[in-house]
């Protein structure tokens, strides 16, 4: 029966092998690795190119490589990656455990990375920090609560004081509250796992744009994470509650409870308001990739890792649950990963010229290559993109 259900929530795009393993997209088992050693005669042929209208033949060149070898293509914007004397300097927010944990270790272990920990408890971070073997120079630790707003403007102005630079952004902190009865709430009164999800990771991309736009780093990016869940166009999308913003009625009204504290103006759903805000995770990074990719050269992204079953995302659901979810994506589903496999996925996200696109929503196939992924036709909806980004302005007092 539960199966049969499940069968019938099946999307075309969904393929069903014949032991009745799901696969999430077609394209996801029919596409092939790519190929290391082209990727490196790719980049050796960009170092042969220097002026303009060479640098366009050598896109134009290695553009032809790569598509054949992954689906990503670098845009104009995006200055081809050149052998930089400083390291980059990401801020991760949500950096004190699961994927924004084992994404800092990634980076930091390149050598090439210092990372910026914002994250809501300073000494969790630290820990977290040193425990998974971070050396001192390569992190910094700095307080950020995403569910006020007014910590999110501190963040912005101590993050300033300390002059550094900023090359990328990576918007990664969620909370879920998968059995609350009741909402609960932000500092300024929105529903948490939206307030915090994003509308406090809307307030602060939107401070650290002008941050991000002033770095002489050749490759600038601003990377927000967004999950298969909030896509309705594949079978995870499907387990209900289903993501669906509605009219964002009563995001609209606040928010508050007072009126709705869910954004299509429903009943409260904790599993539904968490997978709503990866919808708008997903919708805002189109925005902004429509409003500032051209004008500031920064590349906006957002990824679904894979299903990290075994986060701290899930430390409110119920034991049970808790207990069976990771052999259940181990074995059945196929959709786990590794912390620090999804870690390194999302670090190719920051720093892997291949992945330098802007405006798409990365995904991994079973060989863990990385391909352009199709976003449901709610979470690719440019017009409620562009109400969504009227309405949260209003709300974090932007507008
Ligand atoms: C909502 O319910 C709640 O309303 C909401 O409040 C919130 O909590 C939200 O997302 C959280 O959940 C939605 C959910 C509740 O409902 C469903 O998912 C509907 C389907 C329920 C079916 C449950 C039966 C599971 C059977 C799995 C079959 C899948 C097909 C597999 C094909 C296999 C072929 C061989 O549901 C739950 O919360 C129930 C808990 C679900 C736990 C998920 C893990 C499933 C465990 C299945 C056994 C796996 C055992 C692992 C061992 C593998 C060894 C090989
Ligand atoms: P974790 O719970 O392990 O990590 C979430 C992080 O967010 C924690 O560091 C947590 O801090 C931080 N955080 C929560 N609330 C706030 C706040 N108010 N201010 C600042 N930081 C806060 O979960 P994951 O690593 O799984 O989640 C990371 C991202 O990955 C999320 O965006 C999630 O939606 C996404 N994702 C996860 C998937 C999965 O299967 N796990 C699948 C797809 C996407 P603290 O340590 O203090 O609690
Ligand atoms: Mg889901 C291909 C199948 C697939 C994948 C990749 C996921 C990912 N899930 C899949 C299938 C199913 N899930 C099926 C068939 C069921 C019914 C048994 C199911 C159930 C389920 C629950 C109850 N799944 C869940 C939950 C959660 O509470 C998690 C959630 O929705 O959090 C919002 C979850 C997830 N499943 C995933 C992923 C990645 C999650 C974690 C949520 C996220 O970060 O977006």
């Not at 009204?253 to 805000?277: P, R, T």
């Not at 409003?291 to 299903?307: D, I, K, M, N, Q």
């Amino acid at each position: 029966m539960a199966l049969q259900a499940a069968y019938s929530l099946l999307p075309s795009t969904i393929s069903i092998q014949k032991e009745g393993k799901f696969n999430v997209s077609l394209k996801e088992t029919t596409l092939t690795g790519f190929s290391f050693s082209n990727q490196l005669r790719a980049d050796k042929i960009s170092t042969l190119f220097t002026s303009k209208e060479q640098r366009r033949q050598k896109a134009r060149f290695c553009n032809g490589i790569r598509a054949q070898t992954v689906t990503a293509t670098p845009t104009a914007n995006e200055a081809s990656p050149k052998k930089t004397m400083r390291k980059g300097t990401a801020v991760i927010t949500g950096a004190s455990s699961g994927l924004g944990l084992a994404t800092a270790k990634a980076l930091a272990e390149t050598g090439k990375w210092h990372v910026i920990m914002a994250c809501r408890n300073f000494l969790k971070a630290e820990k977290a920090a040193r425990s998974v073997g971070m050396s001192k120079e390569d992190y910094t630790v700095m307080h950020l609560d995403l569910a006020s707003l007014e910590s999110v403007r501190q963040f912005v102005d101590n993050f300033r004081r300390t002059e550094q630079p900023l090359d990328v952004l990576v918007c990664n902190a969620a909370v879920y509250q998968p059995t609350a009865k009741e909402p609960s709430f932000t500092a300024e009164g929105f529903e948490l796992s939206v307030g915090t999800n994003h509308l406090g990771h809307f307030l602060l991309s939107r401070l650290l744009l002008d941050d991000l736009q002033k770095s002489d780093y050749p490759s600038k990016r601003m990377i927000i994470v967004g999950s298969i869940t909030g896509n309705t166009n594949t079978l995870a999308g499907n387990v209900p509650p289903k993501a669906n913003l509605g009219d964002l009625r009563g995001l609209a009204s606040g928010l508050s409870g007072q009126n709705s504290s869910m954004i299509d103006g429903g009943e409260f759903d904790g599993a539904k308001a968490y997978k709503d805000s990866k919808v708008c995770n997903m919708l805002t990074m189109q925005e902004l990739h429509r409003r500032y990719h051209e004008e500031t050269g920064v590349t906006f992204a957002s990824l679904y890792p894979g299903c990290i079953a075994t986060t701290g995302l899930f430390r409110e659901h119920i034991p049970l649950f808790r207990l069976l979810f990771p052999p259940f994506q181990k074995y059945i589903t196929k959709g786990y990963v590794s912390e620090e496999e999804a870690g390194k996925r999302l670090a190719q996200v920051v720093s892997d010229p291949n992945l330098g696109k802007s405006g798409v929503y990365w995904s991994w196939n079973n060989n863990s290559s990385s391909f352009e992924n199709q976003l449901s036709k709610e979470a690719s909806d440019a017009e409620k993109a562009k109400k969504l980004w009227e309405v949260s302005e209003k709300l974090v007092g932007l507008a």
